[in-house]
């Protein structure tokens, strides 16, 4: 993945949108969220939305993917996932990306 941080803002290459995707695909992700509407849990772009302009966002939800979360977004929790750092990282850095 090819990611530069400018004064808290991510750059993605174009072929990273496919790859992170596809990350989201082999850890479930997409089970309980979808890109741009609400699931089970709210959409990526919703997600990108409530965090934009915090600086601690990419820190806090990689913290909330590990761990689970609730009571942020509803009733419904969300459970703690067993995601490799790097996958982790990735996969927010998308999230956050998207507007």
């Known amino acids: 993945m090819i990611c530069a941080a400018f004064a808290g803002v991510t750059v993605m290459a174009a072929g990273d949108v496919a790859a992170n995707e596809e990350l989201a695909k082999k850890h479930n992700c997409l089970a309980c969220h979808s890109t741009d509407k609400k699931v ?10 409530k ?10 939800l990689e913290g909330k993917v590990k761990a689970g979360s609730s009571g942020v977004w509803g009733p419904v929790p969300m459970p703690p996932n067993n995601i490799p750092d790097a996958d982790n990282k990735a996969l927010v850095a998308w999230i956050l990306s998207l507007k």
């Open 51 to 60: 965090y934009a302009g915090d600086k601690s966002a990419a820190a806090t």
């Open 40 to 49: 089970v849990g709210p959409s990526y772009k919703e997600i990108a939305k």
